[in-house]
């Protein structure tokens, strides 16, 4: 009996005087809470002073005994979760914008802060040398070192690769943002600011998922290890090279790769298993040496906007459909056991439109419009370089334009194999016009899809968290955009990748307001402890 541990008359708990119906003065100290045969408090005699920790001790290992472990940290993340905004707020402030070089020490502040921060943790950090850049003035700048950070060693646990980046696209407030993006804001249950939900949000959660564990003093079930870069939002540059080197070393004896740099479809937790890729090009027609006024030479030249108009008009019809012969040869056919699939996922076409301000999407049904935004390629325009788009009137032809587009690639599609389709194509359609104008076009990047095996154990873990903290089956989804790395981790280092989101459909990541909910980002935090635990188990 707890009674017993108690040697002296001295209270040493906290104490109130309660009167009950009697009216006689009883304690109401916590032992009556933790042992049913202890009616009174030890000392009835005395009131406490103070507060022995060893008996304090002892009543918070009897406590946390009642509950399982996991539960014990899914508690302690809801009651720290106000120190984890404060974390967020302190990484939002930093304007770790990698495509801006004269942000780019910023973006290492950044890097040097999550190392530090796993070190804490009692990990080992390497800030990784990836090169240099060279900007199109010729200028030479750093790019920003790669952290490769290790948590555990212990050779009969399960080890897990966690990929995130914290750079973040450019944001300004004049550019339409109700908040300073880079002051974190909570409003109405979301946390606004650059990076939030994309992906400094998700990488703390990470983080804080470990340091959970660590507080309650829980041995973490697996070891970690961590690939945090800060130019995910600038192609990644220099990480492909990174990976290859360190393939044999660092992640030769990782288990599992997560990422958790996406959103769910819809507000029901999701697994994402593929993204499209992207070949992305630009069109250069020129016609004189400069610009020329309308008034005097329109009617006697070749305008170039003309050819570049007719050249674009040529590459997707009215129905969205690209006219470029042979580009879907080698898109796999879809089969009617797929078809189902997409038939249980939870989407609305409605809330769809509405969100994004249209009133005709080119397809009718759910599982059309997820096919071809996930499934499918597609062709979008994107703009035009060279021509007058600035407020009032300019009577001018442009000596040259550029047209930019870009082609979303799907699984088994090849990004050279495309660019010499789009090249044979264009250049025909250019010949046919007898224009005697310059063209040419040039594949600017090009990236293969990713998909991942739905059936893996990594998915299964991770539906299991899934339906432990949210109480829900997970859906399984693709992404159609492109998340490079993804691929890149799994070819490289041929293991199990898998997309384990935190963020909602609405978080408008990249552009203005992007948000990330105070109850995705402290459920996620859960769920990637849940996470932890689960793939422990494999």
Request: aromatic share 8%.
């Amino acid at each position: 009996m707890l009674a017993q541990c108690f040697s002296s008359n001295v209270c040493l708990f906290n104490w109130r005087a309660d009167e009950d119906k009697t009216g006689r003065t009883a304690c109401s100290c916590a032992v009556t809470l933790i042992c049913d045969s202890v009616r009174t408090c030890p000392c009835e005699t005395e009131r406490p002073t103070h507060l022995t920790f060893a008996i304090f001790s002892l009543l918070l290992h009897f406590a946390m005994q009642a509950s399982p472990p996991l539960d014990q940290v899914f508690q302690y993340i809801d009651e720290h979760q106000d120190d984890y905004v404060q974390h967020l707020k302190e990484w939002i402030g930093i304007q770790s914008e990698s495509s801006n070089p004269t942000k780019r020490d910023d973006v290492i502040r950044m890097m040097q802060v999550v190392g530090e921060t796993i070190k804490r943790l009692g990990g080992t950090v390497e800030l990784t040398d990836v090169g240099n850049e060279e900007l199109p003035s010729g200028k030479i700048i750093p790019l920003p070192p790669v952290v490769l950070g290790k948590l555990g060693k212990d050779p009969n646990k399960t080890t897990v690769g966690i990929y995130g980046h914290v750079d973040v696209q450019p944001a300004r407030f004049e550019d339409g943002w109700s908040t300073d993006p880079y002051l974190l804001t909570e409003k109405d249950g979301n946390l606004y600011g650059r990076g939030s939900s994309d992906d400094k949000g998700p990488v703390l959660a990470w983080l804080h998922a470990i340091e959970a564990f660590q507080a309650l003093k829980q041995e973490l079930p697996v070891n970690l290890k961590f690939i945090f870069e800060g130019m995910e939002e600038s192609g990644s540059k220099g990480l492909d090279e990174l990976l290859k080197a360190k393939n044999e070393t660092f992640f030769s004896n990782i288990d599992y790769i997560v990422i958790s740099d996406s959103a769910w479809l819809s507000k029901k937790p999701a697994l994402t298993y593929g993204t499209r890729g992207l070949c992305y090009f630009i069109i250069e027609v020129q016609c004189a040496n400069q610009d020329l006024h309308s008034g005097l030479y329109g009617g006697t030249v070749h305008e170039a906007m003309t050819d570049l108009i007719a050249l674009l008009d040529s590459l997707v019809n009215s129905t969205g459909y690209i006219l470029i012969p042979g580009i879907d040869s080698d898109v796999v056919p879809l089969t009617n056991e797929e078809r189902v699939l997409y038939e249980a996922i939870e989407f609305n076409l409605e809330a769809f439109k509405h969100t994004i301000g249209t009133t005709e999407l080119l397809h009718k049904t759910k599982e059309d419009v997820l096919l071809h935004r996930w499934r499918f390629p597609s062709l979008s325009i994107h703009g035009i370089e060279g021509a007058f788009s600035g407020p009032g009137a300019k009577t001018v032809i442009p000596a040259k334009v550029t047209g930019k587009f870009s082609i979303r690639l799907v699984p088994n599609m090849d990004p050279d194999k495309l660019s010499n389709q789009v090249m044979t194509y264009l250049n025909g359609v250019f010949a046919a016009r007898g224009s005697p104008n310059q063209m040419q076009v040039a594949l600017e990047s090009g990236s293969k899809a990713w998909v991942a095996h739905v059936t893996d154990k990594q998915y299964d873990a991770g539906r299991r968290a899934i339906s432990k903290v949210f109480g829900v089956e997970a859906e399984l989804i693709r992404e159609g955009g492109t998340i490079p790395v993804a691929r890149s981790l799994q070819h490289t280092t041929q293991k199990s990748v898998m997309m384990l989101p935190i963020g909602s459909p609405d978080d408008r990541i990249h552009s203005q307001d992007e948000k990330l909910s105070r109850d995705n980002y402290i459920n996620g935090t859960k769920l990637f402890a849940a996470y932890i635990a689960e793939i422990s188990q494999h």
